[in-house]
């Protein structure tokens, strides 16, 4: 082993394990990075006609701004804590004050800031949107989104939905515990185990 990779070990063995998440992010993009595919250019041309082969595809008058809407409202219109519905909203405040105590580890996929911020903009201007959102990422770890994890998710045929694919993905490089969600149908074929909020309280108040 070579003294630079000697003194890496030296400093991970000295990060607290709540901060080996970080850690595992970044040896993971290192690693993809250095075993990167060189670019070809012919499978790129080829990939190129594919994409073309669509044109023309969507009428004229499609508005893409209202099909994003309707689709996001569709995915994260329950939204509990912050809409206060009940009776859901209890159990998204106590397990988001429990992440935010260091009592459990919460996880946000990356692509759901995005899609938060957009999705709030008729309730929220754009200076608290943005105020909100810096804060759920001091609450919850974000777990990052690259080229990996959206290849798997887009070979995943098991998940009709494309989204709770990379929600699963997420989970899986992050080593989850748990999915924690309203809707576990949507997650019946998950590698890491689903469960519903009032579910995951009640499994924390027995340890």
Do not use: W
Request: glycine share 2%; charged share 35%.
């Amino acid at each position: 082993m070579t003294q630079m990779k000697e003194r890496a070990v030296e400093l991970i063995e000295r990060i607290p394990d709540e901060k080996m998440f970080y850690v595992i992010n970044i040896l993971q993009n290192l690693e993809e990075m250095s075993s990167n595919r060189p670019a070809d250019k012919k499978q790129a041309m080829e990939a190129l006609q594919n994409v073309l082969k669509f044109s023309g595809r969507l009428p004229e008058d499609f508005d893409a701004d209202k099909e994003l809407q309707e689709a996001r409202e569709e995915k994260y219109g329950n939204i509990d804590a912050l809409a206060n519905r009940e009776p859901y909203a209890d159990d998204a405040k106590r397990i988001m004050e429990k992440c935010a105590a260091r009592e459990i580890t919460g996880i946000l996929a990356a692509h759901s800031i995005p899609n938060l911020f957009y999705i709030l903009r008729k309730n929220f201007s754009q200076e608290e949107r943005r105020f909100l959102l810096k804060n759920l990422c001091e609450i919850f770890q974000i777990s990052d989104l690259n080229e990996k994890k959206i290849v798997a998710a887009l070979e995943n045929n098991v998940f009709s939905d494309f989204e709770d694919g990379l929600q699963e993905e997420c989970a899986v490089e992050s080593m989850a515990d748990y999915i924690v969600t309203r809707n576990p149908a949507d997650f019946k074929h998950s590698r890491v185990k689903v469960i519903l909020p009032d579910e995951l309280l009640r499994e924390l108040e027995k340890n």
